[in-house]
């Protein structure tokens, strides 16, 4: 599945259907360390905005 070109497909579904209702602003959060996923999404034209942390049990995690 890796490599399919599924997530670009099912991105521009979602892209395209928030742009059929006017939405004109998308944010998304990643993990930062989930390197395959930042890469994908600086890609397809995403750009880190900024930082947010979130916990994962006792464990505090940085998102980009």
Do not use: P, W
């Not at 099912?10 to 996923?37: C, K, M, P, Y």
């Amino acid at each position: 599945m890796e490599g399919s070109g599924l997530a670009s497909r099912l991105l521009d579904v979602v892209i395209n259907e928030f742009e059929q209702r006017g939405v004109t602003h998308l944010e998304l959060t990643v993990f930062e360390r989930n390197s395959r996923a930042v890469a994908f999404y600086k890609r397809v034209g995403f750009a880190v905005i900024g930082n947010t942390t979130f916990m994962v049990g006792e464990d505090r995690r940085l998102t980009s």
